[in-house]
């Protein structure tokens, strides 16, 4: 900041007197500080327990809606709303006991105020019991009743008397600090006079205009390194974050908010509220990772996953480094790496499908071989068929390949694990359905699983045997689901196995992962079933997209 000059000095060195000799003046004046600052304490105490008792009966109002939502719906969402809105009703009852614990008829409306509020609970929690027992009926029939109404107008009775006692009491303290601070302000004003007020008027007209040129140049270039910071973020898809181990906060860009499923406008958010977004298996390595590079003042570089508000499991890449050498500030990005993680699960998955494959394709040679020469009298007409079968095998993998594993409709898929195989061992039935390109490579990996253990061991063992595979769209609450059912007959007597191979793993892995569905598998002695059940949304392709036919 420049130096106004000669005259500048001259002027500070007065108003440094006129100041120094009015300091002198005031420094006898009687006030307390102390007082003062008791004053503005009991202030701000009964403005606390004014907010606790409006929010006591607003959690209140919570937790009955809570309890409501879950009579007419019995959708366990709407326990937790109840659960929050009861605890908190207690905790600020609590709260508000002990800050008036000074004031005898402020307890006294508190023990009438305790009461109705737990009788409220009481109600709330008998009425939830009796639901989630299946005693529905017995659970309106008490919330029919005008007990509830009534507790609630009580509680609201209470409540207003104990805020008209505090708005009096507030009142009563603002008054005596206003007039405090009144009486002060006078002495201040005699004792420091007219002359001394102009002269800092003008020190400070002075400094203010040099420090606010100063000031607007850095905002500038602040706001400039700001926009140019964001529009790198935003081309990167990613945000940035800053941590301070003493502050238990964090502080986070709207993309960095969005990154991990929070409301930007929410502000700082808790470490513990962060943490708990992530997934347990994360958690504690994450919370450690950071703990240690604020300690040491290393860089810090970590995966993690979160599940977002809407049930999808978000993987994020976070990167930070210590702000500076005595300080365990942590600044850094954050990275959405889903995609990456995902190609990365994929690939290991097929790598162990080839390998798995490979041992399989041996087994389901040796059935269509064994298939082919049974009963057969003619040698050459035996090769002939089994030539037929090993080229039809070839064929399903042609289908895939061509289309680059990348999606087919299901029927095609169907008929491409089948075709090495007697076409009256098997019923086909549904509307045909495109798959999007992951779902058709998913179901190519799980049919081929359950095509080649019918080979290896079920109904396509033996002439006799039958697999029926239907399908259908079933609406359901959350959107409509495919589901397909695998059913053997004829083949030889099935036992449970004794333990998951990797067959079993891959099919219930690819539906939950993938899909978000399920995949239940059962081993009755006359064949095996197996029932998938996969959101339609992430399965099919949109309505007038075709999917890319092979052949």
């Excluded at 509020?117 to 008490?142: H, M």
């Excluded at 040099?210 to 000031?215: A, G, P, Y």
């Excluded at 860009?253 to 700082?268: I, M, N, T």
């Excluded at 995902?342 to 394709?361: G, M, S």
Aim: proline share 4%; hydrophobic share 45%; with cysteine.
């Amino acid at each position: 900041m420049p130096v106004p000059g000669r005259r500048f000095l001259l002027v500070s060195g007065l108003i440094a007197g006129l100041l120094t000799h009015a300091a002198h003046s005031a420094k006898d004046y009687p006030l307390s500080a102390g007082a003062a600052w008791a004053e503005e304490l009991g202030v701000a105490h009964t403005y606390t327990v004014l907010i606790e008792l409006q929010r006591l009966f607003s959690s209140l109002q919570d937790a009955e809606t809570g309890q409501r939502g879950f009579l007419l719906t019995r959708d366990d969402r709407y326990l937790e709303p109840y659960a929050k809105g009861a605890g908190e009703a207690l905790g600020l009852l609590e709260a508000v006991t002990v800050r008036t614990s000074d004031n005898p008829a402020q307890q006294e409306r508190l023990a009438a105020l305790k009461r109705s509020v737990s009788a409220k609970l009481d109600e709330l929690a008998r009425t939830v019991d009796l639901a989630q027992n299946g005693d529905l009926g017995a659970a309106l029939a008490i919330v029919r009743t005008d007990e509830g109404m009534r507790l609630m107008e009580d509680i609201r009775r209470l409540s207003d008397g104990l805020v008209a006692e505090e708005e009096r009491l507030l009142a009563q303290r603002r008054a005596e600090a206003a007039a405090e601070e009144r009486r002060a302000e006078v002495f201040r004003l005699a004792a420091i006079g007219l002359a001394a007020m102009l002269a800092a008027v003008l020190l400070l007209t002075t400094f203010i205009f040099l420090r606010q040129r100063e000031r607007d140049r850095h905002a500038r270039a602040l706001a400039e390194s700001e926009e140019r910071l964001r529009l790198a973020q935003s081309a990167a898809d990613a945000g940035s974050w800053d941590w301070a181990p003493d502050r238990r906060a964090f502080n986070w860009s709207e993309d960095c908010s969005r990154l991990h499923g929070v409301d930007p406008s929410a502000g700082d958010t808790a470490l513990e509220d962060w943490m708990a977004r992530i997934l347990p298996e994360d958690r504690e390595r994450t919370r450690s990772s950071l703990a240690e590079a604020a300690a040491a003042g290393q860089p810090v570089e970590t995966e993690y996953r979160v599940a977002l508000p809407d049930g999808r499991i978000r993987w994020v890449l976070c990167r930070g480094r210590a702000a500076g050498q005595c300080d365990a500030r942590l600044l850094g990005v954050c990275f959405d790496v889903t995609e990456r993680r995902e190609a990365e699960e994929r690939q290991r998955l097929l790598a162990a499908e080839l390998n798995h494959r490979a041992k399989n394709i041996l087994a389901t040679v040796q059935s269509i071989a064994a298939q082919s020469m049974r009963g057969s009298v003619d040698p050459e007409a035996a090769g002939l068929a089994f030539r037929g079968r090993i080229n039809a095998l070839a064929q399903t993998h042609a289908l895939l390949t061509e289309s680059g594993w990348m999606g087919a409709s299901l029927r095609r898929v169907l008929q491409a694990e089948f075709a090495p195989y007697p076409s009256e061992a098997v019923r086909i039935r549904g509307e045909d359905l495109d798959l999007v390109p992951k779902a058709a490579q998913s179901l190519g990996l799980v049919l081929h699983e359950l095509v080649t253990n019918a080979a290896k061991y079920g109904a396509l063992l033996v002439p006799e045997g039958a697999i029926a595979v239907e399908w259908s769209i079933q609406p359901e609450a959350d959107g409509p689901i495919l589901r397909l059912s695998w059913i053997e007959r004829g083949g030889q007597p099935v036992a449970p196995p004794t333990r998951r191979g990797f067959g079993r793993l891959l099919i219930e892995r690819v539906v939950a992962y993938e899909f978000g569905g399920t995949a239940r598998l059962d081993f009755p002695p006359e064949g095996v079933r197996c029932e998938l059940r996969l959101p339609l949304a992430r399965v099919a392709a949109p309505a007038g997209e075709r999917v890319r036919r092979a052949g």
